[in-house]
């Protein structure tokens, strides 16, 4: 398995500061479990009714997770670069995974597997930090659902894309219309409805 370069490792650590810090010794027994995964656009990171045994910090690309309904896709999220990746639940469970995540991009990673984790909380020198580097993740995934709940329960498709709009990132220009489409759980054409309202000089908040 590839191992990253120190300035990727380096851009990892300093996305875990704000969660946990490692100090130099705990950082090195921890990135001899870190590897590089690199998928090309459209290859599965997790395939739906297999266990994710792998969770990925991306460092360049993009993924989207989805699953599949009376047999059409279902765009469930996406994440960036910065952004950790993983069917959280099957990581901790072992059980098959729900959803499928794929590349949109040619996308590199940082990963790191369930095995290597397991092997972690068991060391006495790191113990301590991986368990809290766990609670992190479960609740950086947590987090992410309840704002995807919420935003479907009180948010018209038109606000949940200027959401999208206002995030800050530039997912909307990188990510095809007709995955945003599917993640706002309406049609292309009504999506190409809200982007010409939006930039008309006064729009309603109807599709």
Not at 42 to 51: D, N, P, R, Y
Not at 103 to 117: P, Q
Request: proline share 2%; net charge negative.
């Amino acid at each position: 398995m590839e191992k990253p370069t120190d300035i990727q490792l380096n851009i990892f650590r300093d996305y875990l500061s704000s969660f946990v810090v490692f100090n130099d010794q705990e950082w090195d027994i921890f990135s001899e479990h870190l590897f590089l995964r690199k998928l090309k656009k459209k290859a599965l990171f997790v395939e739906s009714g297999k266990v994710c045994n792998e969770v990925g910090f991306i460092l360049e690309g993009s993924a989207r997770y989805f699953h599949i309904k009376d047999g059409e896709e279902v765009t469930t999220y996406f994440s960036i670069e910065n952004d950790l990746v993983s069917s959280y639940k099957s990581f901790l469970t072992q059980q098959a995974s729900l959803l499928h995540i794929e590349a949109l991009e040619n996308t590199e990673m940082i990963v790191f597997t369930s095995s290597s984790l397991q092997l972690l909380l068991t060391d006495e020198r790191v113990n301590l930090k991986m368990e809290r580097f766990g609670r992190m993740v479960a609740e950086a995934v947590i987090c992410c659902y309840e704002d995807r709940v919420f935003s479907f329960v009180t948010q018209t498709p038109e606000e949940r894309y200027l959401q999208l709009l206002q995030s800050g990132s530039d997912i909307i220009h990188r990510i095809p219309q007709h995955y945003i489409a599917n993640y706002l759980g309406i049609t292309p054409v009504s999506l190409s409805r809200i982007r010409k309202r939006i930039v008309s000089p006064a729009h309603s908040f109807t599709v």
